[in-house]
Every structure is written in C-alpha cells, then in structure tokens.
C-alpha cells in the first residue's frame, strides 16, 4: 500500500535559519507529492505540488523536488520567518485511490526572532 | 461558496448519541473526502466520493460510521452511538474531479467532536 514517513518534530529554529524538513514515501503506483500546511487555528492550505519525476515545487520561499530514484519529497526554504511556524504535512495521492491523499503524521515548525 | 464549508464547527455530544456532520464542497467540485484529525493518529483518510458513489468505504473506523452524498453537492457523516475516541476534528475536503493527475484538494476548517 501506500505510505508517507516525514520526520519527527518539533522543530526549533532561529528566524533566517534554513530549513529542511525530510519526506519519503512508498507507493504501489506512480503518485503526485504535496506539502500541505497547517497555520495555528487554521484549515490546512496547499503549499505546493509536483506530478512528475524530477518536478520542483514551489511557493512562498519554499522548494520540494520530487526524486523517484529516492522516493523522496523534502520540503525546504532558504531563509524562514517567525510566522512560519506551523504544522506542515508531505502527502501523496495515486489513481487506485481516487486522487485522495495519503498523509504523513505532520511536522511542527516553531520559528523564534 | 468560496470555499468548503462545514458544520457545525463544534459540537460536544453525550457518548451513546448519533451525531450527523455536514460539509458543503466547493461549487462545481465533483470529488468529495472525509478525514479525521486527532493528535494519536494523524490525518486519517475516511471515505471519497465520486459523485454520489463512494467506491470504497473500507477507510471508515467502524460500522458505526456512514456517510452519503446527494445531488453531487452536500455530504453527511454519520456517527451512530458515538464512544469517546470518536473525539477528533473531522474534515471535509473537496477537488474539482477525482480522475485528475495531481488534483488540488481543498479543505474546509473541520468540525471538532467532542464525546463526553
């Protein structure tokens, strides 16, 4: 089946610190990749998507490339912001499932001035 | 609406009562879904719909749950003589088809069930 596994939280950083928060999945077919995220108080929200091999998402500062030879999906950003500190999930969605997405546990972003 | 809308947002209900949840898509939007948010288990994936059909309903936790869509629109989760680890946020989510490559999904703010 499938399954996404994105690392343990929380996580602590210094605003302008970089950050990289690391995706991988399994899949039985050939799935699209999302980060969502998840601001305090609110519904989750898209953040970015790739569909293809090699793809690189990307939106608001932040970059995932999709790696088939690793089955990875890592989310990153160069510089982060006191107000990104949410809850951010890596997901994947296949045919077999009807496009609906399979979730990682989230990670808990806590970025300080 | 401009976005998914579900109600009620909260609701605490006596263990042993039915609860119904209600989620209204996006316009337009032909795919529907069901998760469940509690801090033990994640996001949970409950249920999809392809219009009215929900072709695989191995996803709800128990025979205690349905769920049913009308009118290709509004959906309905149901909880029937709800126990205490019912007690999640519920939430809906919607695309605009279900047969889509790398489909957006939406989600709406969720509805907290409390079960006391």
């Known amino acids: 089946g499938n399954s996404v596994t994105q690392m343990e939280g929380p996580v602590t950083l210094s605003e302008e610190a970089f950050l990289t928060i690391n995706c991988t999945y399994t899949?039985?077919?050939?799935?699209?990749l999302f980060w969502y995220v998840q601001y305090p108080g609110e519904g989750l929200q898209l953040l970015l998507k790739a569909t293809k091999a090699d793809d690189k998402g990307s939106n608001k500062g932040f970059e995932a490339t999709y790696r088939k030879e690793t089955t990875s999906f890592h989310l990153e950003k160069g510089s982060v912001q006191v107000s990104d500190s949410a809850v951010y999930f890596c997901a994947l969605s296949d045919v077999n499932s009807g496009y609906a997405l399979n979730f990682g546990k989230g990670t808990s972003l806590l970025v300080t001035p | 609406g401009a976005g998914v809308s579900q109600s009620p947002s909260n609701k605490v209900t006596e263990k042993g009562k039915d609860v119904e949840l209600r989620c209204d898509p996006i316009?337009?939007?032909?795919?529907l879904y069901w998760y469940r948010q509690s801090l033990g288990q994640g996001l949970e994936f409950l249920i999809y719909f392809q219009g009215n059909s929900a072709p695989d309903k191995s996803g709800l936790p128990s025979d205690r749950f349905s769920a049913e869509r009308t009118g290709g629109s509004v959906s309905t989760l149901t909880i029937q003589r709800t126990q205490q680890e019912d007690s999640a946020v519920y939430l809906c989510a919607s695309s605009v088809t279900y047969s889509s490559r790398g489909n957006t999904i939406y989600f709406g703010e969720g509805s907290w069930l409390t079960v006391v």
């Open positions: 899949a039985t077919g050939y799935p699209s």
């Open positions: 316009s337009g939007h032909t795919a």
